[in-house]
């Protein structure tokens, strides 16, 4: 049966640092949806992975670990800002997930089909009710691929690195923009050439450019997309 206009899937994928974190984030709450940051589901694998001293390699163990796994996304108003905080075992893990290393184990991590295969169930279970909205590398191609609307969210890699650069400042995390590029360009390398799950545009999905955008203006773009196409269903 066709979910109803208030209750549709919506899937979002993108390369690192393209915005399509702060556009699915601000886009359910303009909908008033489950917002879904799968890139934090596998950042919380690597993390946890650290804290018990499982080697990002290990591609058994990590599928166990990601199975018994509770991840949660809860939001979070106390600074007056829109934001979700992640709990991994009911352990406010946000801010540790978010650092330089685990982004690069999160990386590695990803690359294992039976991880993969663990999150993606737990991603569909997510998704069954509709009314959310759901982003990363692979969902408008393997985790939703009959979603109700489709985007790729990309910006320019030197745009990227300028707006990662400034996220790790805000945190305090000292590095360089020319670091950053470098590290934002492998990650790409293996997201796009990865055997399982490689991210790439889906035929249906509607492109998305936000390099020379605002968040606002790249936000009111997608906002106006999922109601013309909310309508026309």
Do not use: C
Request: charged share 30%.
């Amino acid at each position: 049966m066709p979910r109803d206009k208030t209750h549709l899937v919506i899937a979002i994928d993108g390369p690192a640092a393209s915005g399509k974190g702060t556009i699915a984030l601000r886009l359910a709450e303009r909908l008033g949806y489950l917002y879904v940051d799968t890139g934090a589901m596998y950042r919380a694998v690597a993390w946890q992975a650290l804290q018990e001293n499982i080697s990002w390699e290990d591609e058994e163990s990590l599928k166990h670990l990601a199975e018994r796994l509770d991840i949660q996304f809860v939001r979070d108003d106390a600074e007056g800002t829109l934001r979700y905080r992640v709990l991994v075992n009911g352990d406010d893990a946000t801010e540790f997930i978010r650092s330089p290393e685990v982004g690069r184990g999160s990386s590695i991590v990803a690359q294992h089909a039976a991880v993969r295969h663990a999150l993606v169930a737990k991603q569909r279970k997510l998704a069954q009710a509709g009314g959310v909205v759901m982003e990363g590398r692979d969902i408008t191609t393997v985790v939703l691929p009959d979603a109700d609307v489709k985007f790729f969210i990309t910006a320019s890699l030197s745009e990227r690195a300028r707006r990662r650069y400034e996220q790790y400042r805000a945190r305090g995390v000292n590095t360089d923009i020319a670091t950053i590029e470098a590290e934002l360009a492998e990650r790409d390398r293996r997201d796009s050439q990865r055997s399982v799950a490689p991210l790439r545009i889906a035929e249906d999905a509607i492109v998305v450019d936000t390099t020379d955008m605002t968040v606002d203006e790249a936000v009111s773009t997608v906002v106006n997309l999922v109601r013309s196409r909310a309508i026309s269903r």
